[in-house]
C-alpha cells in the first residue's frame, strides 16, 4: 500500500484529534496510530488499542490534531 504521508505524521506516532462534525457535534479520539491513516470518502485509522474507526468526510467541518502527550479537555 501506498505512504500518503498524511501531514499528522509530523506531531508524532500516537496523536488526539477532535473532529468536529456538521451540526455541531464533536469527539475526541486518542491514540491515533499516525502511521495507519488512509484517506479517501471514509478517512481510516487505528487506535493504539487496535480499534479501527472509520470518518466519513463529508459530515466532517474541520480536524484538530494535538500530540497524544497532552490532555484535552471539553
Known amino acids: ?3 500518503m504521508n498524511s501531514s499528522i505524521k509530523k506531531k508524532g506516532r500516537y496523536v488526539t484529534q477532535i473532529i468536529h462534525f456538521v451540526g ?3 469527539r475526541t479520539i486518542d ?3 499516525t502511521t495507519s491513516v488512509v484517506q479517501g470518502q471514509f ?3 487505528v487506535q ?3 480499534t479501527m474507526v472509520m ?3 463529508k459530515n466532517v467541518l474541520f480536524i484538530e490534531v494535538f500530540n497524544g502527550t497532552e490532555e ?3
Open 43 to 45: 478517512t481510516k485509522f
Open 72 to 74: 484535552i479537555m471539553d
Open 24 to 26: 455541531g457535534e464533536k
Open 48 to 50: 493504539k488499542n487496535g
Open 31 to 33: 491514540n491515533i496510530d
Open 55 to 57: 470518518v466519513n468526510d
Open 1 to 3: 500500500m501506498m505512504d
